[in-house]
């Protein structure tokens, strides 16, 4: 089995460990129920376990070429993708106004989170697609909607999101390509993009770009940059597919993984284009996305982890080697092995109080999007705006630290292609750094999150979780669980409080930023484990339940632990690092 | 420049921070002083710099191919390995009496973190045949010296280790081929192996296989385990080559990284081999080089991220993305974000201190082996032994993850080909998992090196780092950064006796290990820091002082707290994660 989806951890959270009902208010008209959820789930996991999980490997291996000019992806995928949006899964979150199925975003995280796992390089078509989706439904006019949602939605088109230029990454302020009015509504855009995902393939349709470009006289820095949709093919009245437009595939970047994901240098050479939003809004525009898209990418590095732990744990139940403690001569599994079970169990720790925190904060988006009262919808979108660069980056983080857990499970094997195992490290390298890096996440939260409201959202987030670890100490026998977590939030208070007091320095918001980010995650993530914790223990004594408590004290007693580190290193501040100049480097 | 040897650190070690007289008393009759030490370490750098740098990208790409069952390495390497071996350096520190140049290892050890620095793929070539070389020297009949060593050690023939099979990796026990006399003093071996490094190769010359295998009716387990010789080319009475002998390379391996490094899979088919050593006691011949091979590993991965270090710090003064803290509006270099800082210096702080610990522990290993006196010998060894894991896995850990961190600084560029970011990432990576695994390093320390001197050892160790600690505290002004070392010190002494109590059980030693190996490198590391705090202090006031000084904070200030969470990690003990059943994972 080359990938096994999580059903039984998606059924303890969506039917015991966490409340979802509020999906099932918010989404009655399209019948949103637990059992719908996990109908879906069950059948989405088939699909990636049978589907796309066995091109994975052999992608790697092949990887997309370029031939005169047109990008060949590896055997399957076009087969694959067209089986997948056959199936409907392209519009399940998406807008039933343009032919979406218009479910719970909830279910489509998770559902990513499998495509993630099973094929990272799959996953990345339909989700830019759906980030596409998301500006143009968002801030494009109706002309544009009508014409190229419902082919998006549906799956025949895909979409890619042209954002960065050579000179021009995390700060876009400094991106040069030109868009100039032709005159008849549209615009000639000119300009070299790197790093596109999807932006180019042979699964037949249109593939539509967003692409960040200035307008004539255009000031300086963000505030220049409008966004524009740029077909592949342009679209006849009757929408019909048109003349090629004028960009082209300059070369498909050579990565360290996803090799099965054309990622491409693109050159617009007067492309023809239309403006989404307003002028000098571009950066906005792409914005309204963002907090999903790294939602998304957080579920990348978790999905990955996923992946990575389901095959080390059957290679080390599988693996003979050296003898467990207290058993005999006979070469023993390598579960048996203490150091083994660590590795497997701190990915564990990680992931299901990733995945649990994810389907919470996912929520809360749905909330933020649907709920009829407005006050309700502010204080949703608050609380995702704060978890979203935690998720985007400790994820990522977490989740590349447990592929090379995983891997290392395997000694010499894990380095060589045939199991795989190398493979998820160089794929979940990329999470860390796309969409924004972990770095930039970081001053997000410290820069601007812990700023919100006056500086309470956070506090007030830290009185929701102590709130609920209130509730679960309450349960009663999993105080070595809660005592240790309700410690850490103590500290995470104090921590926040000295960080925001140095936050007028923006030097001590870079020094401190990802310590603090990895202590948030931490503490967020014992709130989880004390949480299925209390749900284990009142749930009766099934095996998951059993296991839920074992690695909820593997994690409250091995790793939570890490936060004092992290908070002396905070605490350290600025100065250290600027201590040194430039040119001692 | 693709790669900047360290020769500033090294000048600083070795002519101020580092006491090396007992080297050049040892080796008086070579001549050795640190003048020559840095004229042939500049030697080396430049030959690093200029021959083998730029062959590490390409070779990346192109990697090693089979044909018609032979390797063809990359282009350049043959040549270079020439240049390499005319300039004398395979014989740098080997035996004066097969044509060495009798220099101390501690040259060679510095000399082998550049070649690793600059192309792992390449360093491995002489590398491999110095530890085939050493254990040829220790336990080899005359015969078999006279005939090999001279070409080996003069650079003509290479040498290989043949040790692990598919079902024998860590636990060699295991392992199935096979030895049979052949009634003229040879052998006949068959059998399969893997992960051979430079198992075949188109220099010209020879490879000369050691290979573990079984006599008939051997015991099983380790004990039945011979060591046998086996040249590629069966070599005449007159030393000329003659037969090929029959085995072959059945196939590469697939690797994540040193793509440039003929990896095979070897197959012997009765081939013609020799005794080294005694029946049953070729574990024992192959441990005698093991811990010279595992510091050769710990450079390696010091190497990699002293290589990584230079090409990040280069982009981080060229790279201009976003204003830098008090700066102007205008796009500053990214080495005045504190983050971007925060990773260089992290990097640099295990770089610096492991490349001290390393010299340290070199000049040991040297007294080890030369020193008049019996008992000196003995000391210096024991104090080898117990540094050999925690160099072996903590530099290697360490250094995976510099490299992972200058990997970073790049952001998306970090990702592609063309920078050489994610080359290192995909190399580094190697160096925990062979020569033993990182897990088996940690079981070596926590389960046989604490053990030594009936559990003295280490603590005659701590007794060492205290006294040079109070040194360094009684040269003033650093007091920051001694009182945390010498607070951190004590709490390992206080961990290690109670991992020590818990030994008695394997199940315990197991669930330390990891953990304990990493507390242990950190506090060594900070001895380093306070060594070369006080000599920057007693030394004036240079730029290197400065930087050494700057340095040393980040690395107590910072990184040092990290002891306190693997305390707590180390003594939540085997428990936790012995909890969950096998068939719960």
């Given at each position: 089995m080359d990938y096994t989806p999580p059903l039984d951890d998606l059924r303890f959270l969506l039917t015991q460990a966490i409340d979802t009902s509020e999906l099932s208010t918010l989404f009655a008209e399209q019948g949103f129920d637990n059992d719908l959820a996990l109908t879906l789930l069950e059948e989405a996991g088939?699909?990636?376990?049978?589907?796309?999980?066995?091109?994975?490997?052999?992608?790697?291996?092949?990887?997309?070429?370029?031939?005169?000019?047109?990008?060949i992806t590896v055997p399957g995928f076009a087969q694959a993708y067209a089986t997948y949006a056959e199936g409907g899964w392209c519009g399940l979150s998406a807008e039933p106004e343009y032919g979406g199925q218009g479910l719970p975003r909830t279910l489509q995280f998770l559902v990513d989170e499998m495509l993630s796992g099973a094929n990272l390089s799959f996953g990345l078509f339909p989700g830019l697609?759906?980030?596409?989706?998301?500006?143009?439904?968002?801030?494009?006019?109706?002309?544009?909607k009508n014409t190229y949602l419902p082919k998006m939605i549906s799956g025949e088109w895909t979409g890619a999101m042209a954002l960065t230029e050579s000179n021009a990454g995390t700060d876009l302020g400094l991106l040069r390509s030109k868009a100039v009015p032709n005159g008849?509504?549209?615009?000639?855009?000119?300009?070299?993009?790197?790093?596109?995902?999807?932006?180019?393939?042979?699964f037949g349709g249109n593939v539509i770009h967003l692409v960040l470009a200035?307008?004539?006289?255009?000031?300086?820095?963000?505030?220049?940059?409008?966004?524009?949709?740029?077909?592949?093919?342009?679209?006849?009245?009757?929408?019909?597919?048109?003349a090629r437009n004028s960009f082209s595939v300059g070369s498909l970047e050579h990565k360290m993984g996803i090799h099965a994901q054309p990622t491409c240098v693109m050159n617009y050479d007067n492309a023809t284009g239309w403006l989404v939003g307003e002028p000098g809004r571009g950066l906005n525009a792409m914005f309204t996305m963002m907090n999903a898209e790294r939602l998304?990418?957080?579920?990348?590095?978790?999905?990955?982890?996923?992946?990575?732990?389901?095959?080390?744990?059957?290679y080390a139940k599988d693996r003979l080697q050296g003898r467990a403690p207290g058993d005999s001569r006979a070469p023993a599994p390598i579960i048996g092995h203490p150091d083994v079970r660590r590795m497997l169990l701190t990915i564990r720790a990680f992931t299901e109080a990733g995945r649990a925190l994810a389907v919470w904060t996912a929520i809360r988006m749905d909330v933020a999007h649907h709920h009829t009262d407005a006050a309700e919808r502010a204080k949703a979108d608050a609380l995702v705006s704060l978890l979203t660069p935690v998720i985007k980056a400790a994820f990522t983080d977490f989740g590349?630290?447990?592929?090379?857990?995983?891997?290392?499970?395997?000694?010499?094997?894990?380095?060589v292609?045939?199991?795989?195992?190398?493979?998820?490290?160089?794929?979940?390298?990329?999470?860390?750094?796309?969409?924004?890096?972990?770095?930039?996440?970081?001053?997000?939260?410290?820069?601007?999150?812990?700023?919100?409201?006056?500086?309470?959202?956070?506090?007030?987030?830290?009185?929701?979780?102590?709130?609920?670890?209130?509730?679960?100490?309450?349960?009663?026998?999993?105080?070595?669980?809660?005592a240790p977590v309700e410690a850490a939030l103590a500290r995470l208070r104090d921590v926040t409080t000295r960080v925001q007091a140095r936050n007028v320095d923006i030097a001590e918001t870079g020094a401190a930023a990802c310590d603090y980010l990895r202590m948030f995650a931490l503490v967020s993530f014992?709130?989880?484990?004390?949480?299925?914790?209390?749900?284990?223990?009142?749930?009766?004594?099934?095996?998951?339940?059993?296991?839920?408590?074992?690695?909820?004290?593997?994690?409250?007693?091995?790793?939570?632990?890490q936060t004092a580190a992290l908070e002396a290193a905070i605490d350290n501040g600025a100065a250290p690092l600027l201590q040194l100049a430039a040119d001692l480097f």
């Open positions: 088939k699909f990636c376990a049978e589907v796309i999980a066995p091109l994975n490997l052999p992608g790697d291996a092949t990887g997309c070429r370029l031939e005169d000019g047109k990008v697609t759906r980030g596409a989706v998301e500006a143009i439904v968002a801030h494009a006019s109706d002309e544009l008849d509504g549209s615009y000639a855009i000119t300009g070299t993009k790197i790093f596109i995902s999807s932006g180019d393939h042979d200035r307008l004539p006289d255009a000031p300086e820095g963000v505030k220049g940059i409008s966004l524009f949709l740029a077909p592949k093919f342009l679209v006849n009245a009757d929408g019909s597919l048109g998304f990418v957080g579920l990348q590095g978790l999905g990955i982890a996923h992946a990575a732990y389901g095959k080390a744990v059957a590349f630290e447990s592929t090379v857990m995983a891997q290392q499970v395997f000694g010499g094997h894990g380095y292609h045939e199991w795989g195992m190398e493979q998820f490290v160089r794929d979940a390298r990329i999470a860390q750094i796309y969409e924004g890096t972990n770095g930039v996440q970081a001053h997000d939260l410290v820069g601007r999150k812990l700023g919100l409201s006056n500086g309470k959202l956070a506090h007030e987030f830290f009185d929701l979780m102590a709130a609920e670890l209130a509730e679960a100490r309450a349960v009663g026998g999993i105080d070595d669980i809660t014992g709130w989880m484990w004390a949480r299925m914790a209390a749900t284990a223990t009142k749930g009766g004594d099934t095996k998951l339940h059993e296991a839920k408590l074992a690695v909820a004290r593997v994690f409250t007693g091995r790793l939570l632990p």
